[in-house]
């Protein structure tokens, strides 16, 4: 166990429907970062919040966005879902300047 | 921008062999550098990082890597070769300067380990 909480681990959903998942950083690290892993694309970073606030973006869509709650819990909002959109997400989390500590992931199926 | 390049996306060594699996980085200044280990079905394991102590970084389960700024590369290495060592490897840069802490992976090296 990582300490980082990924729910769920599976989603299997419909085009066009709207998703969220949920990540728990470990205990102490203010920031979460939210990545996709593919096939063709790759690991791409998505997006970082630090304490609350967005702090970067990466490739992330518009149909995307996230946010990071006072408890410091995260969310990743998937909308108008495509079938491209099917990936493995992770979230890590992190304390500033050092190393980051995965989840172990969701993995979403659009059919 | 920062990219990171990894040579090989497959490699296969005999068990008990050399591990070595190669990275290179693009950065215009000394980035913090990752590797990081994918098990099948499974999340990222730090192995190690190197953040400018020492250029020679020691990590889990034997691998090390050693940093080379005149090369810009961030190599892998175990010396002998475990079955448990089958899994996906990724390198992985962050910049130290500019406070964008995100992880700019590599493609990934799918490690063989034949017995």
């Known amino acids: 166990d990582s300490g980082v909480t990924q729910t769920p681990k599976h989603l299997i959903t419909a085009t066009g429907q709207r998703v969220t998942l949920r990540c728990s950083p470990r205990?102490?690290?203010?920031?979460v970062y939210w990545y996709q892993q593919s096939l063709d694309q790759g690991l791409q970073f998505l997006i970082q919040?630090?304490?609350?606030?967005?702090?970067a973006k990466g490739n992330i869509l518009e149909r995307f966005s996230a946010q990071q709650f006072p408890d410091l819990h995260s969310e990743l909002n998937l909308s108008s879902l495509e079938l491209g959109d099917s990936a493995l997400y992770f979230c890590?989390?992190?304390?500033?300047?050092?190393?980051?500590?995965f989840g172990s992931g969701t993995r979403l199926t659009v059919v | 921008a920062q990219s990171v390049t990894q040579l090989g996306s497959h490699v296969s060594v005999s068990e008990g062999a050399l591990v070595l699996l190669r990275c290179n980085y693009s950065?215009?200044?000394?980035?913090?550098l990752f590797w990081y280990v994918q098990y099948p079905n499974q999340g990222l394991q730090l192995l190690l990082k190197?953040?400018?102590?020492?250029?020679l970084v020691k990590g889990i389960n034997g691998f090390e890597a050693e940093f080379k700024k005149s090369e810009t590369s961030f190599h892998l290495t175990k010396p002998s070769a475990h079955m448990s060592d089958a899994a996906e490897y990724f390198c992985?840069?962050?910049?130290?300067?500019?406070?964008?802490?995100?992880?700019?992976f590599g493609s990934g090296t799918r490690l063989q380990v034949q017995p």
């Open positions: 890590a989390s992190s304390v500033e300047g050092s190393g980051y500590t």
């Open positions: 205990s102490g690290d203010l920031s």
């Open positions: 919040y630090y304490n609350g606030e967005e702090r």
């Open positions: 950065s215009s200044v000394p980035p913090y």
């Open positions: 190197y953040t400018s102590a020492a250029t």
């Open positions: 992985a840069v962050s910049d130290r300067n500019t406070g964008r802490r995100a992880l700019t």
